[in-house]
């Protein structure tokens, strides 16, 4: 959901203005949020609410009625209108501002259900519908495919052919065909936002060919990032300087939906999270040290690193950890240990777990790891433990 939002940041720039550079400026004082965040904010709030989508939207719209770009002609006159009806429109509006959903459900005909409404109310031309329903239900998937696409290719061929199987697009598409093609319906634009999230390799990879393909950046790069978010999770270097573009009343929204128990996405990486402390609470204590294979068979072996990467961490060279809690307690664990019970983020100790690992298993040899190797992992995976039940 805030991955839709930060494509659509990104890519608003550029949408009158196209550019064919990878290496675009990602953000500037040349970028805002434009329709597709209001939308897809609409449709959030309305989850969290137990809401109609179309009163939500109809009410964000008018709430926000200048956006940078304005909104689509037939859209323009929904959002005026006193007593707004469908209009039968196959646009790729229906498509941008869906990702709530693909996050929020469990169940794949909820995620069909409310795809479709959130659609009808402006989109209620079958196309409109199937733009939406699949990039819901592509989301939903992606989650659950996490850590096989991060694994390998075989993931991203399994989501693609769950993708294209639901919906019948032929994402089967030469660069050439639609570079600096602009295409405002679903049915040109969902087949290439699979497209790129089947070439890509990351979150800003992929926004980064939605925008640059010179199409329709901002919508484009609004479908492709929620996409992608659902793949690759948000870096934690874009999070923060894109949600100063939004206004307290959206970051609210975002803020909320993040948090509720309500949400899928929110009660499954919770789940992930108790299963992985558990996993390697076990394994360190049980086994961890007993033989110098066991190290080896630890930090050579990526298993770690990809569970850590499908929960969001960050290989950030330890240093969201050390620049609170200090180079001691990062380095051992009897300074770790005197300072463990104000360790109060488990994203932050999930990023010091995973620089560690890295740093055994690409700075340092994993044979120098030892008892305090063990302790230290231990003393932070017990914190987590107990922060995850609070
Ligand atoms: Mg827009």
């Not at 993931?155 to 639609?178: C, H, P």
């Not at 068979?297 to 330890?318: N, V, Y």
Request: with cysteine; net charge negative.
């Amino acid at each position: 959901m805030l991955g839709a939002i930060i494509g659509d940041i990104v890519g608003s720039r550029w949408e009158f203005n196209p550019t064919n550079n990878h290496w675009f400026e990602l953000l500037s004082d040349r970028n805002s949020f434009t329709d597709d965040t209001i939308c897809t904010v609409a449709v959030a709030d309305a989850l969290l609410k137990g809401r109609d989508y179309g009163e939500s939207l109809h009410e964000w719209c008018r709430k926000y009625p200048r956006p940078m770009g304005g909104y689509g002609g037939r859209f323009a006159q929904w959002v005026k209108s006193d007593n707004p009806k469908p209009y039968g429109s196959f646009g790729n509006g229906s498509a941008m501002r869906v990702s709530p959903i693909g996050f929020w459900f469990e169940d794949d005909n909820d995620i069909l259900e409310h795809a479709r409404r959130s659609a009808a109310c402006t989109h209620d031309h079958e196309e409109g519908i199937r733009g939406a329903q699949t990039v819901a239900l592509t989301i939903h998937h992606a989650l659950a495919l996490r850590k096989e696409i991060l694994r390998g290719e075989e993931g991203m061929n399994q989501l693609m052919a769950y993708a294209t199987g639901f919906s019948n697009y032929n994402i089967d598409i030469r660069k050439e065909d639609v570079e600096n093609r602009f295409d405002e319906t679903c049915q040109g634009t969902v087949p290439v936002a699979l497209w790129i999230i089947s070439q890509s390799y990351g979150f800003e990879d992929a926004i980064r060919r939605a925008v640059s393909l010179g199409a329709d950046a901002d919508t484009l790069g609004a479908i492709v990032g929620g996409m992608a978010e659902a793949i690759w999770g948000i870096p934690m270097e874009l999070r923060s300087p894109a949600e100063a573009y939004l206004p307290e009343d959206m970051l609210q929204v975002i803020n909320d939906f993040y948090q509720s128990e309500h949400n899928h996405y929110v009660r499954l990486g919770k789940r992930r999270t108790t299963q992985f402390i558990q996993k390697y609470i076990d394994f360190f204590e049980n086994e961890f040290g007993r033989t110098r294979e066991s190290f080896y068979r630890f930090f050579d072996d990526s298993e770690f690193s990809h569970e850590c990467w499908a929960l969001g961490f960050d290989m950030d060279c330890g240093s969201s950890f050390s620049e609170t809690y200090g180079l001691e307690a990062w380095n051992e664990p009897d300074p770790l240990k005197a300072c463990i019970d104000k360790v109060g983020d488990i994203q932050v100790i999930g990023n010091a777990l995973f620089s560690k690992w890295r740093y055994y298993n690409h700075w340092e040899s994993p044979s120098q790891a030892d008892e305090k190797t063990k302790e230290w992992f231990l003393l932070l995976l017990h914190r987590m433990k107990d922060l995850s039940r609070l």
